[in-house]
């Protein structure tokens, strides 16, 4: 039996990634993506990987890009609620503005994602929810109370999700990479990128294939009794 995943963000960075690493585990894989049009061309064309477009911000967006999923490629059995952006500033110059456009994003987009899948996931007592939070909603970040807030938000569905999903066969679990080379991080600074990698005791950025891997681990069918986990990959950057 062939399962279809369906990755957010799923045609650039660690999302293109987990896309290619589903689609070699043997999955069916649609990946959305919000206005890149032209990576989103060239992923395809380099992978045969479908690419679906639309904000995951916008609740019946999600919807209608979902059921069209579900029309071309079957039921929808892993969700990975990859997609993410981050809008930066310290907390005495942050705009309402970049507060919501992170929470819709990377928190209420989990929820506009999630919820349209789950109704199915729930009948057919299989489903797998993968949500790609951070490390930085584990312990914070200078100058990312929008995000932070977000990516630990994302660490309470997982925990009630899996509550409510166990008996129905579902699992929802999250990945905390720490600092992986993708656009996200090289649009940092190079001096502030620096100073990152010498925190890690890995003394290197992590690598989108090292997340993939996270999640094809955890999107596979005889990983049922693993349930409302955190996995970490950062790299050893431990913190209390
Ligand atoms: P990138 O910026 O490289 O890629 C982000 C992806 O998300 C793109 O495909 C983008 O689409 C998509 N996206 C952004 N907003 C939306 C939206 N509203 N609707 C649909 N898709 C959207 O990010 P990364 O690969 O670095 O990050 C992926 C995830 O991993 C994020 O959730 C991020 O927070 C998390 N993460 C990343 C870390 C890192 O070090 N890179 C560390 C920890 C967590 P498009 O191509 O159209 O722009």
């Not at 609620?81 to 942050?94: E, L, V």
């Not at 919820?115 to 490390?135: A, C, D, L, N, Q």
């Not at 940092?188 to 990698?197: F, G, L, T």
Request: proline residues 4%; charged residues 20%; glycine residues 10%.
């Amino acid at each position: 039996m062939t399962r279809t995943a369906l990755v957010t963000g799923g045609s650039r960075g660690i999302g293109a990634a987990i896309s290619v690493a589903l689609k070699e585990a043997g999955y069916t894989v649609a990946a959305n993506y919000a206005g890149n049009d032209e990576a989103a061309a060239k992923f395809s064309a380099e992978t045969g990987i479908k690419t679906y477009k639309w904000s995951v911000a916008d609740y019946d967006a999600c919807k209608a890009g979902i059921a069209q999923v579900e029309a071309d490629l079957g039921p929808v059995d892993v969700l990975v609620n990859n997609a993410g952006i981050t809008r930066d500033a310290p907390f005495h110059k942050m705009t309402p503005q970049q507060w919501h456009d992170v929470i819709d994003t990377n928190l209420t987009g989990v929820f506009n994602m999630t919820h349209p899948v789950w109704p199915g996931m729930r009948e057919r007592k299989f489903g797998r929810v993968i949500i790609i939070s951070s490390i930085n909603g584990q312990k914070g970040q200078f100058a990312q109370v929008n995000y932070a807030a977000s990516k630990a938000g994302d660490l309470g569905i997982v925990k009630s999700l899996a509550q409510e999903g166990a008996r129905a066969g579902i699992t929802a679990n999250a990945i905390c990479p720490g600092y992986i080379g993708t656009d996200m991080v090289m649009a940092v600074p190079e001096k502030v990128r620096e100073s990152i990698i010498a925190q890690i005791p890995a003394g290197r950025l992590g690598t989108p294939e090292e997340i993939a891997r996270c999640v094809v681990f955890l999107a596979a069918d005889d990983a049922g009794f693993i349930n409302g986990s955190t996995i970490s990959a950062n790299g050893a950057q431990f913190f209390v």
